[in-house]
């Protein structure tokens, strides 16, 4: 073959890939906007697998060759597949916490704590609100090391229904008193949506705990209130699945969102969760939100708390979620993880 001849066929491969580039993008234009036809149907409805097997079907029907069935069906998979992870690409940019929506971090000031300002920020108090006493005990150890947010459980979804639930509204006014009393914004969890608004007139931030962060109705309800949400990892949910339930509450006019990394399940058994610390910097990427490590509810052992903690702030993390009880030994729930005030000074010291 000559030089000439050659150089004929590479000049026609060349128009014919610019050809198929351009069909290919082309192609891509019309995902989107078949994307956006289908905007209604949810995002569960981006991937349509009998409408591609149709389309393959038909493609191998008109496959005349050189390439065998088996190449062409190869080659649109993966054209298939590209078009799909663009629709993905354009849902996450639609979405309201998205870093691609709004590239500035979000700030979210609770009583002078400006959780996102770049600066480490710790919530602490005990698992479970069980006496003014008790509570009472642990704002005034908060207070001595300058911190100005107070958490404590007064619904307590638990695993097995005989162990301790909460004071329920009792807790949320013994939270609220302390609050006033020791100048502390107050923090707790609330598993009903009939019960948000009530809720509100108690507590400075609300919580959504792991076990609910998948209530879609809670998550709506925490929406439509003006108070800021701590929302927390589900135990088996995944990064996307973590985000999506923000945007549940995002889409309902509440942006105030912080997110909780607080361990995921596994099969290790050495602690009681395992601590998905590169979710950090995953979810700063991924939204403009806060980000909070739990080191209590994920390692379960007070001896790994400081590491933890540590570990957090040096990836990335906002803010510090830890438990303090005045006597852990006697604590109503989750006695082995919480720190008494000798092991909470330590904590605070290493840490500030």
Request: hydrophobic letters at 40%; aromatic letters at 6%; charged letters at 30%.
């Amino acid at each position: 073959m000559s030089n000439e001849k050659l150089d004929s066929l590479r000049d026609e491969l060349d128009q014919v890939n610019m050809e198929i580039l351009s069909l290919i993008n082309r192609r891509g234009e019309l995902v989107k906007e078949t994307a956006k036809a289908k905007v209604n149907q949810g995002p569960d409805k981006k991937y349509d697998p009998v409408r591609e097997h149709q389309m393959l079907e038909k493609l191998k029907n008109h496959n005349e060759g050189p390439f065998q069935d088996a190449t062409i069906i190869h080659l649109f998979k993966e054209i298939f597949k590209a078009g799909l992870e663009l629709q993905e690409k354009d849902y996450s940019k639609e979405m309201l916490v998205s870093r691609k929506r709004k590239v500035e971090d979000t700030v979210i000031d609770i009583n002078g704590e400006k959780i996102g300002d770049g600066n480490p920020h710790f919530v602490c108090g005990p698992c479970a609100v069980e006496s003014y006493e008790q509570v009472a005990k642990v704002a005034e150890q908060i207070k001595k090391h300058g911190l100005n947010i107070i958490r404590g459980g007064a619904f307590k979804p638990r695993t097995s229904p005989y162990d301790f639930q909460g004071l329920g509204f009792e807790g949320l006014e013994i939270l609220k008193r302390v609050g006033d009393e020791y100048g502390l914004a107050v923090v707790s969890e609330i598993v009903r949506p009939q019960d948000m608004e009530q809720a509100a007139e108690y507590l400075d931030m609300i919580q959504i705990g792991a076990r609910n962060m998948q209530n879609f109705e809670l998550l709506k309800a925490a929406g439509e209130i003006d108070k800021p949400i701590i929302l927390k990892r589900g135990m088996s949910a995944t990064v996307s699945d973590f985000i999506n339930a923000a945007e549940y509450i995002n889409s309902k006019g509440n942006g105030n969102i912080i997110l909780c990394e607080r361990g995921i399940r596994t099969y290790e058994t050495s602690t009681r969760n395992t601590l998905d610390i590169t979710a950090v910097p995953i979810l700063k990427q991924e939204t403009h939100l806060p980000v909070m490590v739990d080191v209590t509810h994920s390692t379960g052992r007070r001896d790994l708390l400081i590491p933890a903690a540590k570990a957090a702030i040096a990836i990335g993390a906002d803010a510090i979620m830890a438990e303090v009880h005045p006597d852990p030994a006697v604590a109503l729930s989750d006695q082995q993880q919480q720190m008494d005030f000798d092991q909470f000074d330590t904590f605070m010291k290493t840490l500030k």
